[in-house]
């Protein structure tokens, strides 16, 4: 799995090259701009038709676990990224600043959090739940926020963006869950449609950074700036992974639900934060998420290493003499 997800990953920075170096001409912006609103509400009325409602109303009944991760997600990742402000604009410029703190504000990712936590043996139900909570909650709280922390930034984003979110992520998430009677079976039966997902991003990647070419925003990113995405990625995972795994065993966790903890706690999903990005920005979306693509090959490289060390340590647990059988 994580071999794939690389590889979506390179047709990210593909299309992202391609959108830099060889954009959309002008005239034909707007019918891009179209394509991506359409394939984006296609993406999320498919998130709605997979998610089952009856999984996530028996998981709920483990709130705990649930009110911790949304914590982390949305409490302590914002207060991180305002943290950050403060070193803006003597250390991070406020191009970059503004997709650092994007990331911050993003739900979790599902798939990786899922998947991660399930080769640990931690929690699987439980991270189903929270993933999937995360995402939906997202698309109500994740605006909210940017035009609360973003709008001090210079960015240009207005509270009807709410709307545009409303009309093309949770309209067709909703659809997507009142069709399931019709539409649940005929997905399961079609995993390839999983393409379109990747497809839907990859056509919103190639937008943003088209976009940015147009409005010369490349002219103000250096080598510094990447520079400092990098620092960003790799210390605030880290710190995310240490407080997400001591937190949940303060608060008494055991260690299936610390699992579950600090990998639905500490992503930030790629295939939400792109698609949401393109929804709520009208300029310079492509420095927006560049942060996040970095982000995210960050988390996939260190949770993959965490999640292979806990299976091996689990199995030697039950290997030790009078716990086998």
Avoid at 118 to 132: C, D, F, K, L, M
Avoid at 221 to 229: F, R
Wanted: aromatic fraction near 12%; glycine fraction near 8%; hydrophobic fraction near 50%.
């Amino acid at each position: 799995m994580l071999e794939k997800i690389d590889w979506f990953l390179t047709g990210i920075i593909a299309f992202a090259l391609l959108g830099t170096f060889l954009p959309a001409p002008l005239p034909a912006m707007g019918a891009v701009d179209w394509l991506a609103k359409i394939m984006i509400a296609i993406l999320f009325f498919l998130y709605g038709v997979r998610l089952k409602p009856e999984e996530t109303i028996a998981g709920l009944k483990h709130w705990r676990l649930h009110a911790t991760i949304l914590s982390y997600t949305y409490v302590v990742f914002p207060i991180i990224g305002i943290l950050i402000g403060f070193f803006t604009p003597g250390l991070i410029s406020t191009e970059t600043y503004r997709g650092l703190l994007w990331v911050c504000l993003l739900p979790s990712t599902v798939q990786s959090s899922i998947n991660f936590t399930s080769i640990a043996r931690g929690n699987v139900a439980g991270a189903i739940v929270s993933a999937s909570a995360s995402n939906l909650l997202g698309v109500f709280i994740t605006p909210v926020l940017a035009l609360l922390l973003m709008s001090t930034t210079g960015l240009k984003l207005q509270a009807s963006s709410i709307l545009d979110i409303a009309a093309q992520i949770l309209l067709p998430f909703l659809l997507g869950q009142f069709s399931r009677r019709w539409t649940a079976d005929f997905v399961a039966r079609h995993p390839k449609l999983k393409y379109f997902d990747q497809a839907s991003i990859l056509v919103v990647v190639y937008k943003a950074f088209s976009q940015s070419h147009h409005e010369g925003i490349w002219g103000r990113t250096n080598i510094y700036d990447l520079i400092i995405i990098c620092i960003f990625s790799v210390v605030v995972l880290a710190f995310m992974l240490w407080i997400t795994w001591e937190g949940a065993r303060v608060l008494g966790f055991n260690r299936a639900d610390q699992i579950a903890i600090q990998f639905c706690g500490t992503k930030k999903s790629l295939a939400t934060g792109v698609p949401m990005a393109s929804v709520l920005f009208s300029g310079g979306v492509g420095l927006i998420v560049l942060p996040l693509m970095v982000f995210h090959q960050v988390q996939l490289i260190a949770c993959g290493a965490l999640s292979s060390h806990y299976a091996a340590k689990d199995e030697e647990w039950h290997q030790e003499p009078g716990r086998r059988g």
